[in-house]
């Protein structure tokens, strides 16, 4: 330490600016999380770990945490296997590849605000391009009410949020095609090897860190989607897409039980937390044999 200690000014910003935006909201919340507070009132009671037992008992927060899950799954498993699909047809380096990729990244760019009332539009049940399009071409006994039947609705988001941002992920899976080198392809070709045998034995286990990035990187983007379940649904029907970030936006700020929400917010971050540790051990690079 004394002989960095020099170094120490060029820490100090980013151990500021992390110290500001995550460890004090993270012990406001651990603190909060112990209170009655509602979020107005000057004063507020310690009530221990009554909050953790009364979240950890609602029923609404329990379908916000399944709805969670079964979002963030669906998302990962078809973002992922799209965009390394999509991916693997335009990662060779031409003049339409590039436009290609340009144009699947461009749904990234947009907010998730406007990307929300763009599809609640499309899927509208009478009006929407997808019902229409199925009646078009003879498939209207499939038209259904994306967002306003339960059983559906949660999945209906998911192809959205997964829809968004296929284009970026296809970039970091090309950026990890494009770093394999052309030599172990080309002698893999010459031994006979299968198209098939190629992918599984070359190109799948030197894409590995990019497709831990990829997995990791969805899995977060799928927790932090509240702004577009918010704009398409606000968590309905019957809290059928009601999220964990949904769920503590509401006991916050329309319920005024800001103890109950901090509450959540620490439930959140163990979860979130205990997936990413199970993802970081089972998509470690350093275990992959080539």
């Known amino acids: 330490m004394r002989k960095h200690l020099r170094l120490l000014p060029f820490v100090l910003p980013g151990l500021s600016l992390y110290a500001v935006l995550f460890l004090y909201p993270t012990i406001s919340a651990l603190y909060y999380s112990l209170t009655n507070w509602d979020g107005l009132s000057p004063s507020y009671?310690?009530?221990?770990?009554?909050?953790?037992?009364?979240?950890?008992?609602?029923?609404?927060?329990?379908?916000?945490?399944?709805?969670?899950?079964?979002?963030?799954?669906?998302?990962?498993?078809?973002?992922?296997?799209?965009?390394?699909?999509?991916?693997?047809?335009?990662?060779?380096?031409?003049?339409?590849?590039?436009?290609?990729?340009?144009?699947?990244?461009?749904?990234?760019?947009?907010?998730?605000?406007?990307?929300?009332?763009?599809?609640?539009?499309?899927?509208?049940?009478?009006?929407?391009?997808?019902?229409?399009?199925?009646?078009?071409?003879?498939l209207g006994g499939v038209a259904q009410n994306w967002l306003g039947d339960p059983k559906i609705a949660i999945f209906s988001i998911a192809a959205v949020q997964a829809w968004a941002h296929i284009g970026q992920m296809a970039v970091l899976f090309i950026a990890g095609l494009l770093s394999i080198p052309k030599e172990l392809k080309e002698a893999a070709i010459l031994d006979g090897a299968s198209q098939i045998r190629l992918f599984f034995r070359i190109i799948w286990p030197l894409l590995a860190p990019a497709a831990a990035l990829v997995v990791s990187y969805t899995t977060i983007q799928s927790f932090k989607a509240f702004d577009l379940v918010f704009t398409m649904t606000g968590g309905g029907p019957n809290y059928s897409t009601e999220i964990l970030s949904t769920y503590i936006y509401s006991s916050a700020f329309l319920n005024y039980t800001f103890g109950k929400a901090a509450t959540a917010s620490v439930y959140f971050m163990i979860l979130v937390a205990v997936i990413t540790f199970v993802q970081f051990k089972l998509l470690r690079t350093d275990r992959v044999s080539y």
């Open 45 to 138: 009671q310690f009530v221990g770990l009554q909050n953790y037992q009364k979240v950890g008992e609602d029923i609404i927060f329990r379908k916000a945490m399944g709805n969670n899950v079964k979002f963030m799954l669906t998302v990962v498993l078809v973002q992922t296997v799209v965009s390394l699909l999509l991916a693997l047809q335009i990662y060779k380096t031409t003049k339409w590849n590039v436009f290609l990729r340009a144009l699947f990244f461009l749904p990234t760019i947009l907010s998730s605000v406007s990307v929300g009332f763009i599809w609640t539009f499309i899927y509208d049940s009478n009006l929407g391009a997808v019902n229409l399009m199925l009646q078009n071409i003879g």
